[in-house]
């Protein structure tokens, strides 16, 4: 069942997901060469908390942080640890805050320090605005699918790939509602956008093929053929018309 939100609640979903984009910024402004995932995480973590929010990944299926923090071949998932961030890593952050009973889910990519490679700095910026094609669709008069063949549609004529194993979703009192917002298929298929709905539209995008595999820890999704990935994540509102994009500001790519 898809859950349409009152205006009442829509105002709880706005503070939550303001407060999530915040911490994206916070966590962005932390990523540089020389810090640790961890670090980044628990810093995180103390400002969702000082802005009288939970961090609604804690604990959620078990994951161990607040913070998903997934570093080049890392698509998304990835625990923050010892491990420390270098000089043109790709650092995707994914996070999200849960203030009133509603929660709000965004996520980013960055380059830390100096990029490597062209490629890696046009996988940012296709991923970014593969999230804004899609949101061209998110209105009444269109379906969930319409969102999801413009993403693939944009990422693939760019030479990317769309990762087919996770997908977008709704959201609101649960992190993850219905419907599934995939980044991938055909137009024209799944639930009709009608306003009140609020969902995640989140690219995940590979260099290369996009076939995935969980590392060990059973949390860390890498891609198989070791090329890197980024993600790019809102939580928006449909509307009469334009959608309204819950989660911003937002940083600079
Ligand atoms: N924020 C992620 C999403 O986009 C979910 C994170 S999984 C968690 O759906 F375990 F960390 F919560
Ligand atoms: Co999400």
């Avoid at 995939?182 to 539209?201: D, S």
């Avoid at 595999?213 to 449909?238: C, F, K, M, P, Q």
């Amino acid at each position: 069942m898809i859950r349409i939100k009152t205006p009442r609640e829509i105002d709880k979903m706005r503070r939550a997901a303001q407060i999530t984009a915040a911490a994206r910024i916070y966590a962005g402004k932390m990523i540089a060469p020389g810090v640790t995932t961890k670090e980044i995480d628990k810093a995180t973590e103390s400002f969702i908390r000082s802005q009288g929010a939970i961090p609604s990944c804690l604990g959620y299926g078990g994951f161990p942080a607040s913070v998903c923090i997934s570093v080049n071949d890392e698509v998304i998932h990835g625990i923050p640890g010892k491990r420390v961030i270098r000089d043109g890593d790709v650092v995707s952050i994914d996070l999200c805050a849960g203030i009133e009973g509603f929660i709000g889910d965004c996520a980013a990519t960055f380059i830390a320090g100096k990029p490597r490679s062209e490629e890696d700095v046009k996988l940012l910026s296709i991923t970014r605005q593969a999230f804004y094609e899609g949101l061209k669709y998110a209105r009444p008069g269109y379906r969930v699918s319409d969102i999801s063949a413009a993403v693939q549609q944009f990422v693939e004529a760019n030479g990317f790939s769309v990762i087919r194993d996770y997908v977008g979703h709704g959201i609101g009192s649960e992190m993850h509602e219905e419907p599934e917002v995939p980044n991938f298929g055909k137009p024209g298929h799944g639930p009709r956008l009608v306003k009140g709905m609020t969902i995640c539209v989140e690219p995940m995008v590979a260099a290369g093929g996009w076939p995935v595999r969980v590392l060990g820890d059973d949390w860390t999704v890498v891609t198989r053929d070791g090329s890197r990935a980024a993600h790019y994540e809102n939580t928006i509102l449909i509307t009469d018309g334009e959608p309204e994009i819950l989660t911003l500001p937002e940083p600079e790519a």
